[in-house]
C-alpha cells in the first residue's frame, strides 16, 4: 500500500520531528529504501537541526542528510511522509500543510486533529524502527548493513537498550537485525570523538 500510494510521487518530503532522533532517522532511511528512492528524491527533512552528538554521529557514519526546511518548504514535495512523529507535535495550530498527508509511521500515543492516507500508529511498540523492520521483512529487501545499523540504532535508544517500554515486537526485530548489523559502524555512532 506504502508503494502503491507514493511510487507516482516524483518527490517525497520524509519528514522526522525537530531535533531528529537516532529512530526517526534510522526509520526515515528505512522508507527511502523500501521506496527504492534516493535522498534526491526522498529527502529526509525536519524542521529542526540534528544536535546531539551521537545524532550527528549516525547521520554522518550512514552518510545520510537531515534537511532543514521550513513550514512553506513543504510544498516542493508531492508527498509527505511522517516517520516517528505525529503532525500534533509541531503545535495545537498545526500548519495546513500538515493537516493532510500521505503517511503517518509511529510509536507514540495516536493523536487526532488530521488526515492520512495511510497511518500506522504502534503504542504497543517501544520503537519506529521496529515498525519499520517488520515493513522490511515483509518486503523481503535485501537488508544491508547500514540499513540494519540504522534500525538497531533507533530500537536501542529508543528502548534504552530494550531495557524500557519494550515488546516482544522490539525484542524480535532487534534479534532480526543484529545478524546483519555492522558492529564497527554502531561503534562509530555510539562513541563519536569528543
Not at 156 to 179: I, P, V, Y
Amino acid at each position: 500500500a506504502l508503494r502503491k500510494l507514493l511510487e507516482p510521487r516524483e518527490r517525497i518530503a520524509i519528514l522526522l520531528q525537530p531535533d531528529p532522533d537516532p529512530d526517526g532517522i534510522g526509520g526515515g532511511i528505512a522508507v527511502r529504501a523500501l521506496l527504492g528512492r534516493k535522498r534526491s528524491t526522498a529527502p529526509l527533512v525536519s524542521f529542526g537541526e540534528v544536535t546531539r552528538p551521537e545524532n550527528r554521529a549516525m547521520v554522518q557514519a550512514l552518510g545520510a542528510e537531515v534537511r532543514k526546511i521550513s513550514v512553506e518548504e513543504l510544498s516542493e514535495f508531492d508527498a509527505l511522509v511522517l516517520v516517528d512523529v505525529q503532525p500534533t507535535v509541531f503545535g495545537a495550530n498545526i500548519p495546513a500543510q500538515l493537516r493532510s498527508v500521505d503517511v503517518v509511521i509511529d510509536h507514540h500515543p495516536e493523536q487526532s486533529g488530521y488526515d492520512a492516507a495511510i497511518r500506522d500508529i504502534r503504542p504497543a511498540y517501544g520503537a519506529t524502527s521496529t515498525i519499520l523492520t517488520e515493513y522490511v521483512r515483509a518486503a523481503e529487501l535485501e537488508l544491508r548493513a547500514k540499513l540494519a545499523t540504522a534500525l538497531l540504532y533507533g530500537i536501542k535508544s529508543d528502548t534504552q537498550l530494550l531495557g524500557r517500554e519494550t515488546s516482544r515486537h522490539d525484542m524480535g526485530a532487534f534479534a532480526f537485525l543484529h545478524a546483519f548489523h555492522s558492529p564497527a559502524l554502531l561503534r562509530r555512532i555510539e562513541q563519536p570523538a569528543l
